[in-house]
């Protein structure tokens, strides 16, 4: 797994999203320094975390009406997807799915920060701005 680690040049200027994507990194950097004895744990814990996440980000983007919604929505789905395809494999001995698909986590997750979670926060800002219902959502941090 690619080591990435969080830094300010990452935030997208929407506390929400920008404290969630900071906790993943380490969600991330914990997890691939883990013993096998503690990952699989760790691992459905990850799961319920990207869950968590993505429903939150999807619930901004249905509140502005974004209309990029649907793209955003089936990129989550198909990492939801990897995800629950190696957890079967978090409780067993053989844990080379779920270390394979952590180490294809950090990639996308820059990928999919920098391009449509940029455009999702653009497009929270301009909500915002237009004083729009829903659009202070991604402002706030979640308890």
Do not use: C
Not at 29 to 56: H, I, K, S, W
């Amino acid at each position: 797994m690619q080591d990435i680690k969080w830094n300010e040049d990452m935030a997208l200027g929407v506390p929400a999203m920008d404290t969630a994507h900071h906790a993943l990194l380490d969600q991330f950097a914990r997890l691939e320094a883990m013993p096998d004895e503690q990952l699989g744990e760790a691992f459905l814990a990850l799961v319920a975390t990207v869950e968590r996440d993505f429903r939150e980000e999807e619930d901004m983007m249905e509140q502005i009406g974004y209309p990029g919604l649907s793209t955003h929505r089936e990129q989550h789905a198909r990492v939801l997807s990897g995800l629950h395809h190696a957890e079967p494999y978090a409780g067993g001995a053989d844990l080379r799915p779920v270390r394979a698909a952590l180490a294809l986590l950090p990639q996308w997750f820059l990928l999919h920060q920098s391009t449509m979670d940029m455009a999702l926060a653009a497009a929270l800002d301009v909500a915002a701005q237009a004083g729009e219902p829903g659009a202070r959502a991604g402002q706030e941090l979640r308890p």
